[in-house]
């Protein structure tokens, strides 16, 4: 019974924070109805106790049973905090040894997964309140830092620190300690090739005028 309660608990505030997090939701009803990211959730959760009583097959049996359902993929060993928010969700994968803090964010097409054939841990370790991007990919036993941003795309293959924007391929730290109301803006991330090359625009008309002043202190002398 005092398992049961705290199922039902932590459902609850799986429905809830939904709820708050995403403007679309009209109302509980809703979310309960119409989110595959909170119908594979709920899923998991159960396979992982299954799991983590040893049960064997049923688990993995379900994971995919959810996966043809919702369009996501969770492997029953996979660690999940609280407060964890699938946004639409298609395409999503957690492989086997992920482990997710609480309060993290991940939208559709996001891969957590392996490089290899490795055993061990070979996913990687999200921490608290990170936020990932449409169809980023974050590979390998790495750990991405608290509150860290990972841009929509991006392909991340080395740790990152806490309250660090990543984007590009493979995964570049554009900004750290940045916040702008908690929140991932994918139209204000900095794009670092074109700041390189604005850069070097800059560089070439100094050099221009560099140039012109000597041109003319030679016609001059």
């Known amino acids: 019974m005092r398992l049961l309660k705290k199922a039902i608990s932590q459902i609850k505030e799986d429905i809830q924070t939904i709820y708050d997090k995403d403007p679309a939701a009209r109302n509980l009803a809703e979310v309960i109805f119409c989110y595959p990211g909170l119908h594979a959730l709920i899923c998991h ?14 688990p993995r049996l379900l994971s995919q049973i959810s996966r043809f359902f919702t369009g996501i993929e ?13 946004d639409h969700g298609m395409g999503v994968v957690i492989g086997e040894t992920t482990v997710i803090g609480d309060d993290v ?11 290899g054939k490795e055993t061990g841990k ?8 990170v936020v990932i991007g449409a169809g980023a990919k974050v590979l390998g036993n790495i750990m991405i830092g608290s509150g860290a941003r990972i841009g929509a795309g991006s392909v991340v ?4 620190p ?19 109301d908690g929140q991932l803006h994918h139209n204000r991330i900095p794009d670092p090739i074109t700041c390189e090359l604005n ?6 008309v100094d050099l221009k005028e560099d140039f012109s002043k000597i041109k003319q202190q030679k016609e001059n002398s």
């Open 45 to 58: 959760r159960i396979c992982h106790k299954l799991n983590y009583w040893k049960i064997p097959f049923l």
């Open 74 to 86: 969770i492997h029953p060993a996979a660690t999940i905090g609280r407060r964890f928010f699938i």
């Open 105 to 115: 964010l991940i939208y559709q097409g996001v891969t957590l997964g392996g490089t």
């Open 122 to 129: 070979r996913h990687p370790t999200i921490c608290d309140n």
């Open 157 to 160: 293959i080395d740790s990152v």
């Open 162 to 180: 806490e309250h660090s924007t990543v984007i590009g391929v493979p995964g570049r730290v554009v900004q750290q300690k940045v916040y702008i």
């Open 199 to 204: 850069r070097l625009k800059y560089e070439i």
